[in-house]
């Protein structure tokens, strides 16, 4: 039997990676605190839950500002810095997960479900056009990119439910339906795939879609799906 997807740990304590110590806590909205201390950490706006009166708040701009602007994306993120530590939840239930970064390294996250990132990750993104995008829009729809240039580092994802990750073997496929899947490695190719159902009663016929993913490598993958204003 080809191994299941496992449940990514829902709770982290005292962890240590990339220059910054974090931690995971809650059950139906968790609560993600980062010590900034030795390195900022940036972050979506209105995510901030609390912080030490200690830890300043800025803007950090993003590489890319103007083909940013042209595809009605954020040109600045907010960070936070000094010494202290900050804590951050989502308006929602679901699942916060972490992805280390080794330098180099580059992980590929469904848009809207970055959460926070360490200083020293370039974030950057990619529109997907073409039939992978069709419920999206016919303007597609955006993948976040984060990458480790500058040292290893770390990014914090939400995901809605719980969040299950799925390692590929070298030409192993899984088929996500479209609104489950939440990061995948580079390495990971994505396509859709359409079968079309049709029962002969009335003519009546339908589409059935996934995303079918081909390793090698992560895919993750959340168990509840909340519907995006920017999506269709």
């Known amino acids: 039997m080809p191994s299941l997807p496992e449940l990514m740990p829902t709770q982290v304590s005292d962890e240590t990676f990339g220059d910054v110590t974090y931690h995971i806590a809650g059950e139906l909205v968790p609560v993600l605190s980062v010590d900034v201390t ?7 706006h209105h995510i901030l839950l609390w912080k030490n009166s200690t830890i300043s708040i800025g803007l950090k701009s993003l590489k890319g500002a103007l083909k940013r ?9 907010t960070e936070a810095s000094g010494a202290g530590i900050i804590a ?31 200083g020293n990750v370039d974030y950057s993104f990619e529109r997907v056009r073409g ?73 009546a016929n339908m589409n059935f879609i996934v995303n079918r993913f081909t390793g090698p490598g992560r895919v993750g993958i959340q168990s509840m799906y909340l519907h995006m204003p920017t999506e269709e």
Do not use: C
């Open 131 to 203: 039939l992978a995008t069709m419920l999206f829009g016919q303007s597609g729809f955006f993948i976040d990119r984060f990458r480790g240039d500058a040292g290893d580092g770390i990014v914090w994802l939400h995901g809605y439910g719980n969040v299950f990750e799925k390692t590929l073997a070298a030409g192993e496929t899984i088929d996500i339906e479209p609104g489950g899947w939440l990061f995948k490695d580079v390495s990971v190719r994505m396509e859709t795939k359409i079968d079309r159902l049709s029962s002969g009663f009335f003519g």
């Open 38 to 44: 030795r390195m900022p950490v940036y972050f979506e």
């Open 88 to 118: 951050f939840s989502r308006d929602g239930p679901g699942h916060i997960v972490p992805i280390h970064l080794r330098r180099g390294e580059e992980i590929q996250v469904r848009e809207h479900q970055f959460l926070a990132a360490t």
């Open 69 to 77: 602007m042209m595809a009605g994306m954020q040109i600045f993120v």
